[in-house]
């Protein structure tokens, strides 16, 4: 049952669970459904994730807009206007070579 095989970094989360669910997840464990609890625990909170987050509905105000504009600048790489026209050239110049045409 685990996911996609993609490389992800792990975080360890200590969690309060009630016994009987820790002991049917052993269960599964012990029929081979999953690896171990902790395969288990990530299978069940990405299903969780799966149904609830589709769920969830913003409403786009012009502050929650604002900021996310600010945090996409935060994390954007921003090129200067000679970097972005040197750039449109080299783009334009591997289309050329594409076509042919240089």
């Given at each position: ?73 935060e994390v954007s790489p921003c ?16 289309r050329k070579k594409e076509k042919?045409?240089?």
């Amino acid at each position: 049952m685990s996911g996609s095989g993609e490389k992800t970094a792990l975080v360890h989360v200590s969690v309060r669970v009630p016994a009987n669910v820790v002991r049917i997840a052993d269960m599964l464990v012990e029929l081979g459904l999953f690896k171990d609890r902790s395969d288990f625990i990530n299978y069940a909170m990405r299903e969780a994730l799966k149904e609830l987050l589709p769920r969830i509905r913003i409403e786009a105000t012009p502050g929650l807009v604002k900021r996310y504009f600010r945090l996409l600048k935060e994390v954007s790489p921003c090129l200067s206007e000679d970097e972005a026209l040197h750039l449109v050239k080299e783009i334009r110049g591997e289309r050329k070579k594409e076509k042919g045409g240089g």
